[in-house]
């Protein structure tokens, strides 16, 4: 089996369960903060192989489900340089194994990769795990591009120039 470097939100539900289906295939899990990586453009870029650039960002992420963010707009480097100053924006999770890098949970694709058994789940797992009623991940609901809640109106966050 696979030892499997995951990048991940953390307390993010959708990679806790991705994270579950990977270690009931036998792989070794070994979680890495997204947030606390320093990405660099060839580090980062390594993870998103031929997928245009559209599918290097987190469909789920606030800004861009409102449209502040419209991943069409940006080409490679604009999208690189936005991805490593909010990682919110990035496609979860960033997998590697072996020095082989993906991003995304496609669960045919894992599984022609590594392999995850013989009971896969049938749901997209990249969807927000919460569906539509309402409910959101820590830090999710609000998330601006930077990654900063910014319902609360902290004056921290003025600070923080986003």
Known sequence: MAVVTFYEKPGCSGNAKQKKI??????????????KTPWTDDGLRAFFGALPVVEWFNANSAGVKSGEIVPADYDEAAALALLKKYPLLIRRPLLEVDGVRKVGFDVAAIDAWIG??????DEDMEACQHG?????????????PCGHDHDHGHESDKLRGC
């Open 132 to 144: 539509q009623e309402g409910h959101v991940c820590q830090g999710h609901a609000h998330d601006h």
């Open 116 to 121: 995850l058994g013989a009971d896969l789940p």
């Open 22 to 35: 990977l270690e009931a295939a036998g792989h070794t899990v070994v979680p890495r903060d997204l947030f």
